[in-house]
Every structure is written in C-alpha cells, then in structure tokens.
C-alpha cells in the first residue's frame, strides 16, 4: 500500500491521525506550529483519501485502517510517539494505542467519537453511508458545495482558510476513483459494543497522559455530547476548548499544537 506522509520539525515525534473527508491536509498548519515548539510532525494519508492508493478490496474498516496505521508506524521508522486523533482517526488512533500502548506518549484527542456503539452519523455524514443516496451526494460535492459546507460546519473564522485551500479538499477526494473508497470507509463504521469497550480501554487507566481538546463551536459533534462522553470515558477533570467547529485545525491549529506540546513536554 503507498501512502503519502507529511512531516515537519524535529524532536519528539507527534502523529497525527486524521478522519473524512480530509487526509494529512488538514494537518498542514499543525505540523509547522509543532515545528515551532520543538517537536517532529509526521501524518500520513489513509487508504482511501488524499494522495495514498484506494484498492477496492482493502478492508476499509476502522480496524483495517488501524492496521494499516500501526504498519505505517513501522515503515517509518516510529518507535515511541506522541497521538493525535481527530474525527474517525479517533477510533483509527484508538486502535493504534490499543495496539501499541508501551509506545505512545501522550494522546490528545480531538473532535471524535467514543461511544460508537451508539454513535449515530450527523446529517453531513448519513447520505454518504446510505446505498443509492451515496452516489448522489458524492456527486454533488461539489468545490462550492464543500466550501459552503465548511462554512456551516467545520470552520468558524471562515477567512483563515482562502478558497483554493478548501478546494484543495475536495481534489483530494475524488481524485483517481471520483470518491468510491471514501463511501467504503464511511460504510465501514465499526459500531459495537466490542469496539466501544476497546476504545475506552485506549483512553482511561493507561501509561500515558491523556487530553480532550474540543472546537467548542463544532454542531457536527457536539461539545455537550460527544466533547462530554470522551471526557468521561478518559476519566479527565476537564475538557479543553477552542473558539472553533468541527475542523479546529484550520483555524486553531497553534492552540491545538500548544495544547499538544503542553503534554508532550511537561
């Protein structure tokens, strides 16, 4: 499987694993501010979305793409190292811990979900899980489609991000196979009590530090919701929120990074 990887900085090394419909994109001004505070930002792409390769026999479930992850690590060299995880890469991420828990520093968590056993899709999800509804709605993604989108839901100072940017993501996408491997991760929702009982091992009573940063704003995953239920499963006091929707890093992204170095190198 080729991917793609970002990386940037020097240091302790800080992983970040991102959701749909995004790839290591959306980590672009996160890995230059972790640069800034003396640590290495490394994501990669997830098969499926962003420049790596879209097989149509890959296993496209939060476990395959785990797996994935945890050989990626490997390929590159990752022996101990920092997590980030946003959106689905937060049960990709919690997989990984739960895979590798002797090798990761800290985890911080950003908008995700916890309780997939319950967990249902937000209206900018469903279409894109749904048979027959799918196609449609992934043909009408269009650039101004997704630029409206990200008004409504994924980010809060809309001027942060200029246009050809937002535009960037849709490319990323469609690309190759118009979208078909994006529709297969968002049927591959994994939501059972088996993988809610992992994911919640990954997050309480482990080797590591743990942290909820949460864009305060985001309507697709609210903060009084899922913020809330990370918070609890973490077993944490607090929950460190950000002026932002669902996509922080475009618009948070140096208090997301100086919320991560705060935990990496206290």
């Known amino acids: 499987m080729v991917s793609f990887v970002r990386e940037e900085g020097a240091g302790e090394t800080v992983v970040c694993v991102h959701g749909v419909p995004t790839s290591s994109f959306l980590y672009r001004k996160v890995l230059g501010e972790l640069e800034a505070r003396g640590l290495r930002g490394v994501a990669f792409d997830l098969p499926g979305l962003g420049l790596a390769e879209r097989p149509e026999d890959f296993d496209y479930s939060w476990s395959g793409l785990g797996r994935f992850s945890v050989a990626a690590l490997h390929e590159l060299g990752i022996d101990d190292f920092h997590l980030v995880v946003h959106d689905i890469g937060g049960p990709v991420g919690f997989e990984v811990a739960a895979a590798l828990p002797d090798r990761v520093r800290s985890l911080t968590i950003l908008n995700t979900m916890i309780d997939v056993a319950t967990f249902k899709r937000p209206w900018t999800m469903q279409p894109f899980a749904t048979p027959g509804l799918a196609q449609v709605w992934l043909k009408g993604l269009s650039k101004p489609a997704f630029r409206q989108l990200m008004r409504l839901q994924g980010v809060e100072d809309f001027d942060a991000v200029p246009g050809e940017e937002l535009d960037a993501y849709v490319d990323l996408l469609k690309r190759e196979d118009g979208g078909q491997a994006f529709l297969s991760i968002m049927r591959g929702f994994e939501r059972t009590e088996e993988k809610q009982a992992l994911y919640r091992r990954a997050v309480r009573d482990v080797p590591y530090p743990v ?12 903060l009084e919701e899922h913020g809330e239920s990370v918070r609890a499963a ?5 929950i460190h929120t950000v002026p932002a929707k669902h996509f922080l890093q475009e618009d948070q992204a140096p208090a997301v990074a100086e919320r991560v170095a705060a935990l990496a190198l206290r």
């Open 211 to 222: 942290q909820v940063v949460w864009g305060a704003e985001d309507p697709a995953l609210p």
């Open 234 to 238: 973490a077993g944490l006091p607090e």
